[in-house]
């Protein structure tokens, strides 16, 4: 085996807090130029005269694995490894078989203090809602998008790297969850369609009307309140890059792992959005927008009723390219609650 990096476990190993990390070589670091977050110990060592180890045969410690995890992820000083660091953990935990317990908990093999595992979170901002217009709580629109420039969190999410986890069913096949602002114990409704298209992820969805929960969310996402989805993932596969004139490292996502999909109030990635209706982009006239919201479910008189009041903005706009959408945007965010005072007149 001798002192080469590697993730091979050898059984039998000592406890973590009785490996001295003063002794182990650099590349048993995941930070080796700083020597930080040690993973690896030496068996049958031989001690050089800097007191490093020169010989011996160096394995993968798993309790050193979940220590060095849990600090990368800031367990102790609240501050988070760099990316480097991060993946290359990962890919140790993941030859361990260990990747479906990212969010797991862990012990960090020194104190006995319990660190929650590494799960990411990515927003989207949204600028209208679908079938949420009328009560049944359905709306649609793009949890992900893929390719252009990098988000706020510098990644680009590559095309296809929701395929396999979406094959399987979402994290150990047992679906995609509908979530609450991520919070586990607070589910918001079901996802009905979840498919990858040539702009990204595509979803649609249907709160539960049934529940407090489900009602205010869906008030709360008529008032613009509640702004963007956010998924929950495990990143497995991915890398960098650094583009010419820029600083900036660049993380591609090509496979992650699914876990849940919540609609959040803080967006982050201005391309994504909830479709109001098919073919608002091409909605041009005050027609043009009716038939449009028709085609989304609207029945023909909310249809007119909500074209009725876009004709002022939609004739301001010109109606021309983004600018005309931005106004239809606009415009339909500031009349949901007249829409709903309208029914209620109108029962």
């Known amino acids: 085996m001798a002192l080469t990096h590697n993730s091979s476990v050898a059984g039998g190993e000592p406890k973590w807090s009785a490996v001295d990390k003063t002794r182990l070589p650099d590349n048993a670091f995941a930070d080796q130029k700083n020597r930080k ?13 800097d007191g490093v180890y020169v010989s011996g045969d160096m394995y993968l410690h798993p309790g050193g694995l979940d220590a060095a995890w849990a600090a990368a992820n800031g367990a102790r000083s609240g501050q988070e490894a760099s990316p480097e660091v991060v993946a290359h953990l990962q890919k140790h935990r993941r030859a361990l078989g260990l990747d479906d317990k990212a969010d797991a908990d862990f012990d960090d093999g020194e104190t006995g203090e319990v660190f ?3 799960r ?14 009328d009560e049944t709580g359905t709306f649609s629109g793009y949890a992900s998008m893929f390719g252009g ?4 969190y510098g990644d680009i999410v590559d095309a296809g790297a929701f395929a396999e986890t979406l094959a399987k069913g979402g994290r150990n096949g047992t679906g995609v969850a509908m979530l609450w602002q991520h919070r586990s114990d607070e589910p918001l409704g079901v996802w009905d369609e979840i498919v990858e298209d040539k702009k ?5 969805g249907r709160l539960a009307m049934a529940t407090q929960r489900g009602r205010e969310a869906h008030e709360l996402m008529k008032m613009g309140a509640i702004r963007g989805l956010s998924i929950g993932y495990d990143a497995l596969d991915f890398y960098y890059e650094t583009p010419k004139g820029n600083d900036q490292k660049i993380r591609h996502l090509k496979k992650v792992e699914l876990w849940e999909i919540s609609p959040v109030t803080f967006p982050a990635l201005t391309r994504a959005q909830i479709a109001v209706v098919k073919g608002l ?11 449009a919201l028709r085609e989304a479910g609207l029945s023909r008189q909310d249809a007119l009723y909500l074209a009725g009041l876009c ?5 301001e706009s010109g109606a021309e390219g983004a600018r005309g959408l931005e106004a239809v945007a606009a415009a339909l965010r500031g009349v949901n609650l007249s829409l709903d005072v309208y029914r209620r007149l109108h029962a």
């Open 311 to 315: 004709r002022t903005s939609l004739r």
């Open 116 to 118: 929650c595992g590494r």
């Open 120 to 133: 990411e979170n990515k927003a989207f901002p949204f600028e209208l809602k679908a079938d949420g217009l």
């Open 149 to 152: 420039k990098p988000d706020t």
């Open 37 to 49: 977050y040690p993973h690896h110990w030496v068996k049958n060592g031989e001690v050089g005269d």
């Open 200 to 204: 990204g992820l595509k979803v649609s």
């Open 281 to 291: 982009r091409e909605a041009r006239t005050e027609r043009e927008l009716e038939r």
